[in-house]
């Protein structure tokens, strides 16, 4: 275990996370037989890019909009016709997406500590989300980076945490799945851990995380 403060406070990433994002292939399915997973996996693809890429040109836009625009061209990519209706019904399911199934007690057993969101996601589609889930009680805030206009992994997305649970970096324990998050938190001075639930390789960024875990709940002997 990392030396130093005690972590006072546990903030999570919440998109591939908390939330499966690829359970959104279920409803592509249904829409485009044959063609759920592929759509899924492009569709997060370009979701990330796009963020990047409009951080780096200073061109915000919110995430909801982000994930429109990275569904266009998943479809587009694929050849396959999305009209407005079907647009509007997987945008709508992306605010209703599957959360792993070991989130929701492996929250309530980090009570002891604040617990919080930091997420790219916009704040109606972040609130309904959690909200569809139960897990509004879990949270002591829930954080998005549209008050900021900037997305992860800008260093000032990770001094929001901070701000809002009243506790210094040292003393926050950041958990993403994503490891260029993990990297960015890592960097702000977070410590850090990594849900690696498909056995992934780690980016060559030049930080490590405190422990790397499988599931949510295994987490849990690294805090006690």
């Known amino acids: 275990m990392h030396s130093g403060a005690p972590i006072r406070a546990l ?11 690829h359970s959104i292939s279920i409803a592509c399915e249904a829409m485009f037989p044959g063609r759920g997973a592929d759509i899924s996996r492009l569709w997060r693809t370009k979701q990330l890019e796009y963020t990047w890429l409009r951080s780096l040109m200073d ?3 919110d995430f909801e909009t982000i994930t ?3 569904l266009v061209y998943a479809c587009g990519a694929l050849g396959l016709e999305l009209a407005q209706s079907n647009a509007l019904g997987l945008i709508e399911s992306y ?5 792993f199934s070991e989130v929701k007690d492996a929250l309530a057993a980090m009570h002891s500590r604040k617990r ?16 569809h889930a139960g897990m509004s009680r879990l949270f002591d805030a829930i954080i998005s980076v549209d008050e900021l206009k900037m997305f992860k992994p800008h260093p000032s997305v990770y001094g929001l945490a901070t701000r809002y649970l009243g506790v210094s970096a040292s003393e926050i324990g950041f ?9 960015g938190a890592s960097s ?9 639930r498909n056995n992934s ?3 060559e960024l030049g930080f490590e995380p405190v422990a790397v875990v499988r599931r949510l709940d295994e987490l849990l002997p690294y805090l006690n």
């Open 175 to 183: 958990v993403s799945s994503n490891f260029w998050d993990v990297s």
């Open 11 to 21: 903030v999570f990433d919440a998109y591939g996370t908390l939330f499966d994002v």
């Open 116 to 131: 919080a969101i930091l997420s790219n996601g916009s704040p109606a589609m972040l609130n309904t989300l959690v909200e």
């Open 59 to 61: 061109r915000y836009a």
């Open 95 to 99: 605010r209703q997406l599957s959360a």
């Open 201 to 203: 390789q780690p980016d």
């Open 68 to 70: 429109r625009d990275a």
């Open 188 to 196: 702000f001075g977070f410590r850090t851990f990594w849900i690696n």
